[in-house]
């Protein structure tokens, strides 16, 4: 497979994408957004078992279809819309990191949900990403336009969710958001990334939701990333 890509206030995501096109000198202003439920759950409980290894890390929530960074004290930075992978589901196709992507079938483009080590890298085109599940090809990365029939720019200024399927499973952002916050926090070292499930309970995608599973005492913690 290539490797390619809260409700958030549309009018300033409106305004974001119109300059998506272009390079960014300097970071966008970009007001915080509502966290959604599940992904402030997440975060907390996160940060409060040292999941995240005391570093940043990024809660995208597909029922939203944003994403959400936050630095390594649970501060949210900044959120945006995203576009994410075609078809619904919590799995990855065994195997899909290796296909072209022309022998991928509309129903196996999912967006994977769990917790993730994401780590920086680049794409096959040399572009800057971030990994978020190597061996499925999932990344982050800036949205891609090259293909103006996928209308993905639009797709993500809309006032709509409903639109925002149209990935490979890739997670697509917007360019700005994409240099603003989430290179710095997690295009330069290895991070992690939760995704928070569609179709399956949130739950039983991450132990430190499950207090009587996940028994690790503050010395056991995850080691750094």
Same mark, same amino acid.
């Given at each position: 497979?290539?490797?390619?890509?809260?409700?958030?206030?549309?009018?300033?995501?409106?305004?974001?994408?119109?300059?998506?096109?272009?390079?960014?000198?300097?970071? /966008?202003?970009?007001?915080?957004?509502?966290?959604?439920?599940?992904?402030?759950?997440?975060?907390?409980?996160?940060?409060?078992?040292?999941? &995240?290894?005391?570093?940043?890390?990024?809660?995208?929530?597909?029922?939203?279809?944003?994403?959400?960074?936050?630095?390594?004290?649970?501060? %949210?930075?900044?959120?945006?819309?995203?576009? %994410?992978?075609?078809?619904?589901?919590?799995?990855?196709?065994?195997?899909?990191?290796?296909?072209?992507?022309?022998?991928?079938?509309?129903?196996?483009?999912?967006?994977?949900?769990?917790?993730?080590?994401?780590? /920086?890298?680049? &794409?096959?085109?040399?572009?800057?990403?971030?990994?978020?599940?190597?061996?499925?090809?999932?990344?982050?990365?800036?949205?891609?336009?090259?293909?103006?029939?996928?209308?993905?720019?639009?797709?993500?200024?809309?006032?709509?969710?409903?639109?925002?399927?149209?990935?490979?499973?890739?997670?697509?952002?917007?360019?700005?958001?994409?240099?603003?916050?989430?290179?710095?926090?997690?295009?330069?070292?290895?991070?992690?990334?939760?995704?928070? /499930?569609?179709?399956?309970?949130?739950?039983?995608?991450?132990?430190?939701?499950?207090?009587?599973?996940?028994?690790?005492?503050?010395?056991?913690?995850? /080691?750094?990333?």
């Amino acid at each position: 497979m290539m490797h390619t890509g809260i409700p958030y206030p549309r009018a300033a995501a409106a305004a974001l994408l119109l300059a998506s096109a272009a390079a960014f000198a300097a970071p /966008p202003a970009m007001p915080a957004a509502p966290l959604t439920a599940d992904a402030q759950r997440i975060a907390q409980a996160a940060v409060a078992a040292r999941d &995240n290894a005391g570093g940043a890390f990024a809660v995208v929530d597909k029922k939203a279809a944003s994403v959400f960074v936050f630095d390594a004290k649970g501060t %949210l930075l900044g959120s945006s819309p995203v576009l %994410l992978g075609l078809a619904r589901g919590d799995d990855s196709v065994p195997g899909i990191g290796e296909r072209p992507m022309a022998k991928i079938r509309p129903h196996e483009r999912t967006t994977p949900a769990g917790r993730f080590a994401s780590e /920086p890298g680049r &794409n096959t085109g040399g572009e800057d990403i971030v990994w978020v599940d190597y061996d499925a090809a999932i990344s982050m990365h800036r949205v891609r336009t090259t293909n103006k029939a996928d209308r993905r720019l639009e797709r993500l200024a809309s006032p709509t969710i409903a639109d925002n399927r149209i990935s490979y499973g890739c997670i697509n952002v917007p360019a700005a958001f994409y240099d603003a916050y989430v290179k710095p926090a997690l295009g330069q070292r290895r991070g992690v990334v939760y995704v928070v /499930p569609e179709s399956s309970p949130v739950a039983a995608h991450f132990d430190f939701l499950n207090p009587a599973k996940d028994a690790r005492a503050p010395s056991a913690a995850r /080691p750094a990333l």
